[in-house]
């Protein structure tokens, strides 16, 4: 039988402080296009600008790499692009549309980003992987996902399979993956990156 695990979710459950549309229209479907109007963006209480004026207009089905030295704001561009962040000055729009208009979760929905560094939270592989409680997981698409990211066979080692804790702090049979498994240099990582690439679609 699976291992169980009951996960402290109060953090999860809290609710959304980014703004909401009142009367939110739509996200037309796609393909996509993008237009930066003028936007700026800085932390809060900060007088520095991570982004400031920038205009830039991403068309339907374009391709677009970031290049720039570190603080440039490519990370701050991603999260401002998927409303991970609100911009401070200006305004993003989609087809036409400004994106604070949209229902947050409907939009943030049209997107799945990789992110540089990743940080498994210790809890079960599942959860990490279906990032939502051990009830409302969809246990076919996870191992789908765990498949298609090359682990497969690593989780039929495992005792408990997906249902391993990944990290010991919440269980001292969790597992630890090693540098080999998870670092950017890695042969798996490097072929995950190359399926991504292969695979991905483009708005």
Same mark, same amino acid.
């Given at each position: 039988?699976a291992? %169980?695990?009951?996960? !402290?979710?109060? &953090?999860?459950?809290? =609710? ?11 996200v037309?479907p ?6 930066f ?19 830039l ?12 030295? !570190?603080?440039?704001?490519? &990370? ?12 401070t ?9 400004d994106?604070?208009? /949209?229902d ?10 990789? /992110?540089?560094?990743?940080? =498994?939270?210790? &809890?079960?592989a ?16 996870v ?9 497969g066979? %690593? ?21 630890? &993956? ?12 490097? %072929?995950?990156?190359?399926k ?5 679609? /483009?708005?």
């Amino acid at each position: 039988m699976a291992k %169980k695990y009951s996960l !402290n979710r109060t &953090f999860m459950d809290w =609710p959304d402080a980014m703004e909401q549309a009142q009367n939110p229209v739509p996200v037309p479907p796609g393909p996509y296009e993008f237009q930066f109007r003028d936007v700026s963006w800085r932390y809060l209480g900060s007088s520095r600008y991570a982004i400031q004026h920038l205009n830039l207009e991403i068309e339907k089905g374009q391709r677009l790499a970031l290049v720039g030295s !570190n603080g440039a704001g490519k &990370f701050t561009f991603i999260k401002l692009l998927l409303r991970l962040y609100d911009v401070t000055e200006g305004e993003i729009l989609c087809n036409g549309i400004d994106i604070r208009r /949209f229902d947050r979760k409907q939009y943030c929905d049209c997107f799945s980003a990789v /992110f540089q560094e990743v940080l =498994p939270l210790g &809890f079960s592989a599942a959860d990490n992987v279906g990032v939502s409680d051990g009830e409302r997981i969809d246990r076919q698409r996870v191992d789908e996902c765990i498949q298609k990211a090359g682990l497969g066979d %690593k989780m039929r080692t495992l005792k408990y399979g997906a249902d391993t804790c990944v990290q010991k702090a919440m269980d001292d049979e969790g597992i630890e &993956f090693s540098g080999k498994l998870v670092s950017p240099k890695s042969h798996l990582c490097q %072929k995950t990156a190359k399926k991504l690439q292969k695979n991905i679609k /483009f708005c």
